[in-house]
């Protein structure tokens, strides 16, 4: 079974730029869900995707977009950096159906925003 | 307006005893629960989780109770070991009222817990 995964470890954009981050989602699982963690704060949701589509959406201004693909595989874009979009973002995936409503996270991206 | 806090931002415990760490939350919408362990430079590793219509929940060394009604859940630990040294996650899901099924977590700032040997 592979777990989540997500590409690139570590990013410095400068302000203003644009930036993409890609997810694989847990073998199986067809939700996928992206958080911002600041430093010494605990992650924050930004959207969730479930059949290619939007499916809710935290505090987070439009500049933040995202996209799901059929095999599940998930983007994360963020235009106009500003500088306190620095952050490690996290991708968790889930299963859409049943009980339990546990997301497994990837390791995160760091994006520095400088 | 932070719905789900951990008032501790740390916890040093020694090792073979209890860690007992606590988590309290505002949002009576909240229908499950859920603590995730993180390590440096490791995404958040999912430990245990309850229902809000149960009081306790028992996996091995980890035990998560629920009040409710003090709208408070703690998470412990026995015996602490030092491999159990990391941060702290609680979460909470909201109840989806239009019956659907957003798996938004809400996330506390987190504890840091240290076992010393």
């Known amino acids: 079974e592979t777990g989540v995964t997500q590409s690139p470890t570590h990013l410095i954009k400068t302000r203003g730029q644009q930036v993409t981050l890609r997810c694989s989602s847990q073998?199986?699982?067809?939700?996928v869900s992206w958080y911002q963690q600041a430093l010494g704060q605990g992650p924050q949701f930004i959207f969730q995707?479930?059949?290619?589509?939007?499916?809710g959406r935290g505090n987070f201004p439009p500049r933040f977009s995202g996209l799901q693909f059929p095999n599940y595989s998930s983007e994360l874009n963020v235009n106009a950096l500003e500088l306190d979009d620095s952050a490690l973002y996290l991708c968790?995936?889930?299963?859409?159906?049943?009980?339990?409503?546990?997301?497994?996270f990837g390791p995160g991206t760091r994006l520095t925003v400088t | 307006d932070q719905q789900v806090k951990q008032n501790s931002p740390s916890l040093s415990v020694q090792e073979g005893r209890i860690s007992i760490l606590n988590c309290d939350y505002t949002?009576?919408?909240?229908?499950?629960f859920l603590w995730y362990k993180k390590y440096p430079a490791e995404g958040p590793t999912f430990l245990i989780s309850i229902s809000s219509i149960k009081d306790k929940n028992e996996d091995g060394r980890f035990t998560v109770f629920l009040n409710k009604s003090a709208k408070h859940l703690s998470l412990h630990i026995v015996p602490s070991q030092p491999g159990d040294s990391a941060v702290y996650f609680c979460?909470?899901?909201?109840?989806?009222?239009?019956?659907?099924?957003?798996?938004?977590?809400?996330f506390g700032k987190g504890t840091l817990l240290t076992v010393n040997p």
């Open positions: 995707y479930y059949r290619e589509e939007e499916n």
């Open positions: 979460a909470a899901k909201r109840r989806d009222i239009s019956g659907g099924s957003n798996y938004k977590l809400t």
């Open positions: 073998s199986g699982h067809n939700t």
């Open positions: 968790a995936s889930s299963l859409r159906t049943g009980p339990s409503y546990e997301q497994y």
């Open positions: 949002n009576s919408m909240f229908d499950y």
